[in-house]
Structures are given as structure tokens and as C-alpha cells.
């Protein structure tokens, strides 16, 4: 049980990182360097994103906690393989989600140099998710084989009918 406790204490501070601290820390990189803040139009769209997102990840961990009976932790993965739900329309609904809602956050601040931060941090979670697929490859085989050719890793479709 201490795993799945820390691996969701883990997951805690990925989001204090990214929705407190990278903004924080862009914003004072923006007054340190003088940037000029995001328009206001751009700001907008950025709530947009938020929302977005941060529905994206609750849809994304409940599915994966209900369905899976694991956490969004590879350190304490699901039992199971998940493929309904937001899975069934990318392979990795909760790394896209974290992009659309930190980088809205971002933009909703008005911070350029935040938002620098979430594309500057992006080869993280890819570096992560190779890894992660080979993991599941090897645990699950044909069926996670299966699972890759049917869904795309990372941009969202609409989920083929199965015949």
C-alpha cells in the first residue's frame, strides 16, 4: 500500500510543478528579462484550455482509477490494460491533457515565458511515454500490440467501430 501512496503523493507534486511552480517561475522570468505579457485575446483562449484540460484529466484518472484499479503513476500501474473512456481516443489522454491545461495556464496568465516552459518541458513526457510502452508491451503483449495499431499515441480520434 506505501506504493500506491507515494506514487500518488508523486503525482501531487507533478501537479504543484506544473500549475504552481512553472508559472510562478515564468512569470518572474517574465519581469527578470522585461517580456511583454500575452495579449488579452490569447489570455481568453487560454481559460479555454483549462477547462479543457483539467477535464481531460479527471475524465483520464477516473477512468484509469475505476476501470484500471490503478493510479496515473506508472509506479503503481493499472491491473489492467485500459482502453475505454478517453483511452479509446488516445493512448495517452493524461499527458495531452496536462499540455492543454498548463499551457492555458500559461496563457491565461499572460506569461511567455511560462509557457516556453511547458514546450521546453514536452521531450519529458516523451522520453517517459517510449519508455512506458515498451513496459506495457511486455506485460499486456498482443493486446496492448492491438490497442497502438487501433488508437494514436498522442492526437485524439474518434474511436473506431469494431466489426
Known amino acids: 500500500m506505501a506504493s500506491r501512496r507515494s506514487a500518488w503523493l508523486e503525482t501531487a507534486a507533478l501537479f504543484a510543478a506544473l500549475y504552481v511552480a512553472l508559472p510562478l517561475v515564468g512569470l518572474?522570468?517574465?519581469?527578470?528579462f522585461g517580456?511583454?505579457?500575452?495579449?488579452?485575446?490569447?489570455?481568453?483562449?487560454g481559460i479555454v484550455l483549462v477547462v479543457v484540460g483539467a477535464a481531460g484529466l479527471a475524465w483520464s484518472i477516473g477512468v484509469l482509477v475505476r476501470v484500471g484499479g490503478g493510479t496515473p503513476n506508472p509506479v503503481a500501474p493499472s491491473g489492467k490494460l485500459v482502453t475505454s473512456g478517453p483511452y479509446a481516443w488516445t493512448r495517452n489522454p493524461i499527458v495531452?491533457?496536462?499540455?492543454?491545461?498548463?499551457?492555458?495556464?500559461?496563457?491565461?496568465?499572460?506569461?511567455?515565458?511560462?509557457?516556453?516552459?511547458?514546450?521546453?518541458?514536452?521531450?519529458?513526457?516523451?522520453?517517459?511515454v517510449a519508455h512506458e510502452e515498451k513496459t506495457l508491451r511486455a506485460r499486456f503483449?498482443?493486446?496492448?500490440?492491438?490497442?497502438e495499431a487501433r488508437v494514436p499515441r498522442w492526437i485524439p480520434r474518434p474511436p473506431r467501430r469494431q466489426s
Open 28 to 32: 518572474s522570468a517574465d519581469r527578470a
Open 35 to 45: 517580456l511583454p505579457a500575452i495579449p488579452s485575446a490569447i489570455r481568453v483562449a
Open 96 to 128: 495531452a491533457s496536462h499540455f492543454l491545461a498548463a499551457s492555458g495556464v500559461a496563457l491565461s496568465l499572460g506569461s511567455p515565458a511560462a509557457l516556453a516552459g511547458v514546450f521546453l518541458l514536452a521531450p519529458v513526457p516523451i522520453i517517459l
Open 141 to 147: 503483449g498482443n493486446a496492448y500490440r492491438e490497442y
